[in-house]
């Protein structure tokens, strides 16, 4: 675990859940698996203080807990999991793009609160829509239930872990930590709901007050009434599914810019027909037919077998074996090579990036070492066709930054320099580690760059909030237009312009949050799938 990826998990836990949670989340990534009595004597809380904050931690998946052989129970963090955080509005995005705004507000739901059971999201998410309605419309909840179903079928969305049902013991006390388990087959199977209703809207303040006694009463009632039928099955989003999606749709952009949009048609197709047979850590996808990728193409592309066969021979035959042919049964076996994808991916990142920090020049020279594997640097110059001095000044700047390393092969066993070989290589995998290190700071730094903005102009945007809430509150008692323009000319000409590039700044900021976090994703995937390589 580095410095770097330490201090981006405590920004983002102070950003997302406050101090306390943060100094906990924080003390358990430096120190690994601790019992809750350290955890409280090194933080210094208070014990109710630390249980609550673990509740937050363990509710959001950034904690595990495990029972110890001697009967204790050891609280770990997952840092990964953390770092996820910084992923939440890609996903949400990604649910608005497949789902519309219904599927958009089931995953912000999830996300926001970890877990929930199915009725909550659906009732909550119903009276979301329906405020941002039309007078007079309503939210069905039968709509809601059916996006979830759709989510849970493509796997967007799975079920939590549960604790196994035990029959009651008198005598046997509980054991110190539930043991959670799930069985696969149930992970994406919905529980038959008959959820009937609409949403509801927040009541204004004079209905409130009319209708207190009411809601009073009627929560009496609520808590004598049963349990909703889903009661105790808890649901989370499901985060490999969605990096499985962001891994398809970047194969699929490499291959459009790289050949053609129907090219990019047919492995789009082939990724959609095995994206819930394989798995998100699987080097291959299942093989397809050339009649079954026939069978499934989108309406649209009118494309007859003959031509369809000569593209996938044509992918099949690319140096870059992002489709590979695995057999000729079927008009010939077709398999996606995920793990030569990610490899492709994040090589083409490399290079940008050396393109971008070293000039196109640099750029040819990595290019070359990651063609040929080892080359001397005359070797280097004479393929390269740039001046020896040239040639040396790129390969030692190149060689400072970790881009490429040096090789030393002696022809004796005493190592002398005159007697010594010198390769220049590139070493994708610790390159992409390095550039993996320095994007985690980079986004520490946006991240600290955003609390500076947000805290240097504080009392300005507090009050713009204020005035903000005066004129909401003026329009909606039906205030005139000369009273409104006075409210609004309480925040000044420069203070308006300050808050304008306050905006501008923070919305680049955010901007490259995002942008940084694709790159992160990249080599994230390259080096995972690299690692579990067999």
């Not at 047919?266 to 394989?278: C, F, H, K, N, Q």
């Not at 993996?436 to 009050?463: F, P």
Request: proline share 5%; with cysteine.
């Amino acid at each position: 675990m580095t410095q770097a990826e330490i201090k981006l998990c405590s920004l983002l836990l102070q950003e997302h859940f406050g101090e306390i949670v943060e100094k906990i989340g924080t003390y358990l990534i430096r120190t690994g698996t601790q019992p809750l009595r350290m955890i409280v004597n090194d933080t210094g809380l208070l014990l109710d203080q630390v249980k609550k904050a673990l509740c937050v931690l363990i509710q959001h998946n950034l904690v595990t807990y495990q029972l110890q052989k001697r009967g204790f129970v050891e609280y770990e963090a997952q840092c990964k999991r953390v770092l996820r955080i910084l992923r939440y509005p890609r996903y949400i995005y990604t649910a608005k793009t497949l789902y519309n705004d219904t599927g958009e507000l089931i995953v912000e739901e999830l996300l926001l609160n970890g877990k929930m059971t199915m009725s909550a999201v659906v009732r909550k998410v119903a009276d979301r829509l329906t405020e941002t309605m039309e007078d007079g419309k309503t939210m069905d909840y039968a709509d809601v239930s059916n996006t979830f179903v759709r989510l849970a079928d493509t796997h967007f969305v799975q079920r939590c872990p549960l604790v196994p049902e035990t029959p009651e013991t008198p005598d046997a006390p509980p054991p110190p930590a539930p043991t959670l388990v799930i069985n696969e087959k149930d992970m994406y199977v919905v529980p038959r709901l008959n959820l009937v209703g609409k949403g509801k809207r927040r009541r204004s303040c004079d209905e409130e007050e009319n209708g207190e006694h009411k809601a009073k009463k009627q929560k009496r009632d609520g808590e004598s009434s049963e349990p909703p039928p889903d009661d105790g099955i808890y649901w989370q989003v499901n985060i490999d599914r969605f990096h499985q999606h962001f891994r398809d749709q970047g194969i699929v952009s490499a291959v459009a810019n790289r050949m053609d949009q129907t090219s990019s048609e047919i492995v789009r197709t082939m990724l959609r027909m095995s994206e819930v047979t394989t798995s998100s850590s699987a080097p291959y996808t299942q093989p397809l037919s050339s009649n079954e990728i026939f069978r499934s193409l989108p309406a649209g592309y009118n494309i007859v077998k003959q031509v369809l066969d000569q593209y996938l021979t044509l992918l099949a035959d690319d140096p870059l074996e992002f489709v590979g042919k695995s057999g000729d049964s079927g008009g010939g076996m077709y398999t996606v090579n995920l793990h030569k994808a990610l490899a492709s991916l994040a090589t083409a990142t490399l290079e940008s990036i050396v393109e971008e920090r070293f000039g196109s020049r640099c750029a040819r020279i990595f290019r070359l070492l990651l063609r040929k594997k080892h080359l001397e640097q005359k070797q280097v110059e004479d393929f390269a066709m740039i001046p020896a001095k040239e040639a040396k000044d790129m390969l030692y700047k190149m060689l400072s930054e970790n881009f490429v390393s040096l090789q030393e092969i002696p022809k004796t066993p005493d190592h002398a320099p005159s007697r010594t070989f010198y390769l220049y290589t590139v070493n994708v995998l610790s390159s992409a580690r390095m550039l993996l290190h320095r994007c985690y700071k980079s986004v520490a730094n946006l991240m600290e760059r955003r609390q500076y903005e947000t805290k240097e102009n504080k009392r300005l945007l507090e009050k713009s909030q204020r005035v903000e809430a005066i004129l909401a509150s003026m329009q909606a008692t039906g205030a005139e237009e000369a009273q409104l323009q006075e409210i609004e000319e309480m925040i000044t000409a420069p203070e308006r312009q300050q808050l304008e590039n306050l905006k501008r700044n923070v919305n680049k900021l955010d901007a490259s949050e995002n942008q940084v976090d694709e790159t992160i994703f990249v080599l994230e995937s390259f080096i995972e799938s690299t690692v579990k390589k067999p």
